[in-house]
């Protein structure tokens, strides 16, 4: 079976190597094609454009940072569109809007060239370990038929409904990360006011109910103050505009996405856009005047 992967990113350069020890044949192609090298040197095949990276691709995968970025590589000039196969199948594993991966998947169908949008979490230690959470929207003929490459990638593989819901199912996770990371700065900052060894805070909350992955992997940034890069702030508010426009198509207000979501946008307006999401502890250690 032949793979092609546009966007060698954080996520999709570690994404490939999995493909490439699994055995597949894959063709790669980045924007800043300096970035297909060391894929070369590992044994993928570098093309110049989307279109020609899919040409001979039973599946096409994408990995780019937002919703105009998938609609670049898929739908412009140079673009998947125009290189794949009918038949082909394209797995979107960007993180963008449900609302416009049902049109790039309608747009898609009229060439007869089928869609699964299958966004991920886990991080970059994920996507190099193999381990992502994949959340997939499309048919169950095509994540039957996508299932043996997604599995090199991920070991938690959820179909979870139609064309769109995982992009879906990717928000929902998204506010749910805005408000645990949220709550452990709030907690972490109390008990850096009171004076608490926060280690032993840690470690007595951290096996009871307020047990979380932020509070047991990112509440030593909030504590120490640094935010070495995990997943980007500009990433996360990135997501979170998108959970929000989904929710107003819905008619559904989601007041604590909307607050992260604010308070992300002023980080990136200090120049903290590139630090780990984290670092919304900065803010409420600003508020709260803990050196
Ligand atoms: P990244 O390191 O910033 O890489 C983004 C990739 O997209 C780069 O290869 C970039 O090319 C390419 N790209 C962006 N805009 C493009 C365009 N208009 N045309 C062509 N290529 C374009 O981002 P990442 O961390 O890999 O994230 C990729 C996706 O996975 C995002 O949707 C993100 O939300 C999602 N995700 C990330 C994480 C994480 O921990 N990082 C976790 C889960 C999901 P250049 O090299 O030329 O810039």
């Not at 992955?213 to 500009?234: A, H, K």
């Not at 198509?249 to 979501?261: D, H, N, R, S």
Request: glycine share 10%; aromatic share 4%.
């Amino acid at each position: 079976m032949n793979i092609a992967f546009v966007g060698l990113g954080t996520m999709g350069a570690p994404m490939v190597l999995n493909l490439l020890k699994a055995g597949y044949s894959v063709t790669v192609h980045n924007r800043t094609r300096a970035k297909e090298q060391p894929l070369v040197e590992a044994g993928a095949i570098a093309a110049p454009t989307p279109q020609a990276a899919a040409a001979s691709a039973d599946i096409v995968i994408t990995c780019v940072s937002d919703t105009p970025d998938v609609e670049a590589v898929i739908l412009e000039e140079s673009g998947i569109i125009e290189g794949a196969q009918a038949g082909a199948l394209v797995i979107d594993m960007s993180t963008i809007s449900p609302s416009t991966t049902r049109e790039i998947a309608a747009r898609l169908a009229q060439k007869n060239i089928r869609m699964l949008d299958a966004p991920v979490s886990g991080g970059s230690e994920g996507a190099q370990k193999g381990t992502l959470s994949i959340m997939i929207g499309g048919e169950a003929a095509d994540v039957e038929r996508a299932r043996p490459v997604l599995s090199t990638m991920g070991s938690t593989i959820t179909h979870v409904g139609a064309i769109g819901a995982g992009q879906t199912t990717k928000a929902i996770n998204q506010i749910i990360v805005a408000g645990t990371y949220w709550s452990v700065a709030e907690g972490m900052a109390l008990g850096l006011k009171a004076g608490l060894n926060m280690e032993k805070v840690v470690q007595a909350v951290g096996s009871g109910a307020a047990g979380s992955w932020g509070l047991t992997n990112r509440s030593s940034n909030m504590i120490d103050n640094e935010y070495p890069l995990g997943f980007r702030v500009r990433l996360h508010q990135k997501d979170l505009e998108i959970a929000l426009a989904a929710a107003r198509e819905l008619g559904l207000p989601l007041p604590m996405a909307a607050y992260v979501e604010q308070i992300e946008t002023g980080l990136m307006a200090q120049g903290y856009g590139d630090e780990d999401i984290s670092a919304i502890a900065r803010t409420v250690r600003d508020m709260g005047a803990i050196e």
